[in-house]
């Protein structure tokens, strides 16, 4: 039964992670039942919908999601894929498809994606294309912010006084032709730009807060490591004491296990049916020493007596033992 409730089924698994768009979502659109469905949002001034297509091994298998219209986004591919999103890219059974939607447009609603038509500069004078600038200078590979490694924008065209428009790195905007060549060759002038960032400002001061909160769990994991030891003594004090009265429980047991089988109804009916027979045999004994002249005649009167109403008191008790058993067995005890 707990195995049961650990591994869900394939089908109550896919139908919880299509619990969770709806959830997690507005405007979920139902197009092909646990196989297809739209999610409709806006960002900046377009309307879009993303398309979210569930194949026959969903959850083993990560979603399809389809951006339209098309839009220009380190994550979507020209046909509208949304391939690189952190969510999806980690996706497994156990992750959530409802959140992972939920941050797609979340992360389009803040910063709101240009379309793949939309043209953002004019080409009324003479222009240079943006990849000849890519050629005078060799890009840093920086890794700690993905948008720099591509940061020369679209292939448009510009003039002097018209630059392209970063939507990854907003702050490109305000540097002049001189400033975004001496960055693209200067790494240092890159690290530097970096640690500038109000992002990456406050991911490093994210960083911090999350080292300062470890240090302090450290410090109080430390502070009770005295009591964890006090409370393992006492446990295992306790577990000692456990045994010792186990084992005397045990001997207890036995000892009335024993008594109880001596004492039993049944057993003091035999003993009794046995010390009659037992009084039987001695008051025989008696008379036959009597008859043989071995006893005088007072004395054979007085022990006989006794002996044989001893054996008669033995044997009535013994006969109505014997009926009170018989009785109890046939009322069920």
């Known amino acids: 039964m ?3 409730g650990l591994y869900r089924p394939d089908s109550t698994s896919r139908q919880r992670q299509i619990n969770t768009l709806k959830i997690f979502n507005d405007n979920v659109i139902e197009v092909v039942q646990d196989s297809e469905y739209n999610v409709l949002f806006k960002a900046g001034i377009y309307d879009f919908c993303l398309r979210v297509l569930l194949s026959n091994d969903f959850p083993n298998e990560r979603p399809i999601l389809k951006i339209s219209p098309v839009v220009v986004h380190p994550w979507v591919d020209q046909e509208g894929e949304i391939k690189s999103a952190p969510g999806l890219l980690n996706f497994t059974v156990h992750s959530d498809l409802g959140r992972v939607v939920q941050a797609i447009i979340r992360e389009f609603e803040r910063t709101p ?4 038509t939309e043209q953002c500069l004019s080409n009324s004078s003479p222009s240079v294309p943006v990849r000849d600038m890519e050629n005078r200078g060799k890009v840093s590979p920086i890794s700690s912010y993905p948008g720099l490694n591509n940061f020369s924008p679209p292939t448009y065209h510009y003039t002097s006084s018209h630059l392209p428009q970063s939507v990854t790195l907003p702050e490109l905007n305000n540097l002049s032709l001189d400033d975004l060549q001496f960055l693209n060759e200067s790494l240092e002038a890159q690290e530097e730009f970096l640690e500038e960032l109000p992002q990456i400002k406050e991911m490093n001061k994210a960083i911090d807060e999350l080292i300062l909160q470890i240090e302090e769990l450290a410090e109080c994991n430390l502070g009770k490591k ?26 207890l047991n036995n000892t009335y296990q024993m008594l109880s089988e001596k004492y039993s ?3 003091i009916n035999e003993q009794l049916r046995q010390a009659a027979i037992n009084a039987d045999s001695e008051s025989d004994h008696i008379a036959e020493k009597f008859l043989s002249g071995g006893m005088e005649v007072d004395k054979f009167i007085n022990l006989y007596l006794h002996i044989r109403s ?3 008191m033995r044997r009535t008790k013994e006969e109505k033992l014997t009926q009170q058993l018989q009785n109890l067995e046939k009322a069920g005890f």
Do not use: F, H, R
Request: hydrophobic share 30%; charged share 40%.
């Open 113 to 116: 994606p240009p379309l793949t």
């Open 2 to 4: 707990m195995v049961q």
């Open 265 to 267: 109804p049944k057993n």
């Open 226 to 251: 005295d009591y964890l030891e006090k409370l393992k003594g006492d446990v295992e004090e306790k577990i000692e004491e456990v045994t010792k009265l186990a084992l005397e429980n045990e001997k």
């Open 310 to 312: 001893l054996s008669q």
